[in-house]
């Protein structure tokens, strides 16, 4: 880190004091030592936040792409990578070049675009090489041992590489296409049964061409069953007209067509695509996912933003250090996908398509639509016809509403007073069961106060509140939130009683309810917790808690000390921050199946000490189940196991081989996994903490 010290300029100080005593006198000089201080405060913070940058190691990533960024798939593959790169741990230099095969297909261009980019990174390799499409891989192929020695290449669409090309080595690893011609072609068919001629369309671009060989592979199957035509060699005109005049029962399906017969370039997603849909009288069916939206009715399409981030996570485990021979190709991810205006135009029934596909524009419904304002069409009418009827019921039961309302607080469970003014006009025998007093005790309000709060300035204080709560009450025409006292009785017992308040005209109507019960349980909870808290705390091992949705609510002491973190980074999902990452996943996949199964489960995994150590622990949980048989979490506690396991490996590195270590059954000494039981440090054997 870089370091800056700086002096005052010389009398500064004192200029600057003689100042402070006047601020209004203010002169240009000391502006001018105030601006130079500034300077060198910002200097400073420059130079410590480009050493900060300079904290993570750098690798630089070369991406070759066939085409420039006018052509979609492009920007997307190349959104793609990184995404798949965005976890990267390093500060990465991306380059990004392009081939533009497309509209420089000569190969004296060709050499020349070439030739440019590898005296370019001559002398500033790339760590890892992206190729996007098939013309950067045979170039790489091609020029890797003498310009790029040693350099890992990942390769993502590249069509196939053909019969009699060179064989790649193993410093290429990639994303192989997944075209499903055959399986769109199917689908095709089920959508139109009648099917009897399947015309596919290409260009003659190098692309163009090896797609159009590629579906043609694939579509041998169906050769004897339909007939099958390549339309590839047409100016884009001709092409046109011929897509008016398909005899019936036609599918088409569209590779690419980035050139015509006439040389005529073309942008295969955003240009050639759209006036093929736009002119044939045949539904089109397409291979890729970009191709859709034009009037395409779908397909099992090829996703090259799925191409870009497998490319991408590639590309990251050869930088964290995987070699490129031991990573597997991989297939690009493909989905049966369909568009529903295509679908309504070509009279294709939706229960037709393959189970699982997925329907894009589909337009919505009347009600879709326009159903906030049905919905509040509707209400308004319901609303004015219950007002309607709130009018007419008010009339017929105005008469009966006093004596209604007095049944209703007299067979009330709960404890009830009306009160209109200052007088109590009906205590119910539920108020006198629980406190004792009668209408005769407390005839008015002013007699209640300091008959339930003999304690002056309790009193006072329970008083003001209640005045507050119910003249706001009043204003707000609604009743007023539950408050909470306590009321002395009659017999001169004590109880926790819940009010509620509202107004009915004149009158008002006052619930108690009874909470002392529900005090005295929380109080007992509260102790409870506190107890297990302490008793937690206390104990020798690492003790967690977690709540129904599988976050950490709770770790002791214990756990704090082991890990040297805070309860706030440990709770929640932090506590897995601490799992070596060899561990994590299975760990994780061992604890979130136990919660699935809420069944009782025992893992071993290295936990990061605070002194950044990986300790082995053996960590053992059991789901909490409550009384009335719910499911509230769980609880579970860990020790530390690593002196156990080095032993293990001392064991098996004392075998004959490697096998007769892997059958050898493990030996837990007696105690381990138990709370309790220890070992000193210095003699490794399994301990709670570690420390």
């Not at 050493?51 to 991406?63: D, E, Y």
């Not at 002119?279 to 034009?294: E, G, S």
């Not at 568009?339 to 879709?368: H, M, Y």
Request: hydrophobic letters at 40%; a neutral charge; aromatic letters at 10%.
């Amino acid at each position: 880190m870089y370091r800056c010290k700086f002096r005052w300029p010389l009398g500064l100080g004192t200029r600057m004091k003689d100042r402070i005593v006047r601020p209004t006198q203010v002169s240009s000089e000391a502006l001018a030592d105030l601006r130079l201080v500034s300077l060198l405060l910002g200097i400073f913070l420059l130079l410590q936040i480009a050493a900060t940058a300079q904290t993570k190691p750098i690798r630089r990533i070369l991406i070759l792409n066939e085409a420039g960024i006018s052509h979609p798939g492009i920007n997307i593959i190349d959104k793609g990578i990184r995404t798949g790169l965005q976890s990267a741990p390093y500060h990465l230099e991306l380059y990004t070049e392009y081939l533009d095969t497309i509209l420089f297909p000569d190969a004296a261009d060709q050499q020349r675009i070439r030739g440019f980019l590898i005296g370019k990174y001559k002398n500033r390799q790339p760590d890892v090489i992206i190729t996007v499409g098939p013309g950067p891989l045979k170039f790489m192929n091609q020029v890797h041992q003498t310009a790029f020695p040693g350099i890992p290449i990942v390769f993502c669409l590249p069509n196939e590489v053909s019969p009699g090309s060179p064989a790649l080595d193993s410093y290429f690893a990639g994303v192989e296409n997944n075209m499903k011609p055959a399986e769109t072609l199917k689908a095709a068919l089920g959508l139109q049964p009648d099917t009897r001629h399947v015309v596919v369309l290409g260009g003659t671009a190098d692309f163009d061409q090896q797609q159009v060989a590629l579906v043609r592979e694939r579509l041998k199957v169906y050769e004897n069953q339909l007939d099958i035509s390549y339309l590839t060699n047409f100016a884009m005109p001709d092409l046109l007209e011929r897509l008016r005049r398909l005899p019936a029962h036609t599918v088409i399906l569209y590779t690419a067509i980035g050139k015509d017969a006439a040389g005529t370039k073309f942008i295969s997603g955003s240009e050639s695509a759209p006036m093929v849909a736009a002119a044939a009288n045949a539904p089109i069916f397409t291979l890729y996912d970009i191709y859709l939206n034009h009037g395409e009715v779908g397909g099992d399409l090829s996703s090259l933003d799925e191409q870009g981030k497998l490319a991408g996570t590639m590309a990251l485990r050869i930088l964290k250090g995987e070699r490129p021979q031991d990573i597997a190709r991989a297939r690009d991810v493909t989905a049966y996908m369909f568009d529903w205006r295509a679908l309504k135009r070509w009279g294709f029934n939706e229960k037709k398509l393959p189970q699982g596909s997925i329907v894009v524009n589909r337009q919505p419904t009347v009600w879709a639509a326009y159903k906030w304002y049905i919905t509040i069409g509707v209400s308004l009418i319901v609303l004015q016809a219950l007002l309607i009827g709130k009018l007419v019921w008010q009339r017929t039961a105005l008469k009966r509403s006093e004596q209604y309302t007095r049944e209703v607080v007299l067979r009330s469970p709960i404890a009830k007073v009306v009160t209109r003014g200052d007088r109590n006009d009906l205590i119910n025998d539920k108020f006198t069961d629980l406190f004792g007093y009668t209408i005769d005790d407390v005839p008015g309000v002013e007699q209640w106060w300091p008959l339930a709060y003999p304690d002056e300035q309790y009193r006072r204080e329970i008083k003001a509140e209640w005045e507050s709560r119910v003249e706001k009450a009043l204003e707000l025409h609604k009743s007023i939130e539950p408050m909470e006292a306590k009321v002395c009785c009659k017999n001169g017992t004590i109880r926790h009683i819940e009010f509620h308040f509202a107004s009915l005209g004149d009158a008002s109507i006052v619930s108690f309810v009874d909470i002392t019960e529900r005090q005295l349980a929380q109080t007992r909870l509260r102790e409870g917790e506190e107890r297990f808290r302490h008793v937690a705390n206390s104990a020798p091992v690492l003790i967690w808690m977690a709540g129904p949705d599988q976050l950490c609510t709770y770790v002791n002491q214990q756990w704090l000390k082991f890990t040297g973190r805070t309860e706030e980074e440990e709770t929640g999902n932090g506590w897995a921050d601490g799992i070596h990452t060899d561990d994590l996943e299975k760990a994780l996949a061992t604890y979130t199946e136990a919660f699935r199964q809420r069944q009782p489960f025992t893992m071993e995994y290295r936990l990061r000490r605070y002194d950044d150590e990986y300790r082995w622990v053996l960590d053992t949980g059991a789901p909490i189940i409550n009384p009335d048989g719910s499911f509230s979490g769980y609880i579970g506690s860990a020790i530390d196991v690593t002196g156990e396991h080095r032993r293990e490996t001392d064991r098996c590195a004392g075998s004959r081989t490697y096998s007769n270590c892997a059958r050898a059954p493990r030996r837990r000494q007696p105690g381990v996994g138990l709370p309790g039981n220890f070992t000193r440090p210095d003699e490794e054997g399994p301990t709670s903490l570690g420390v």
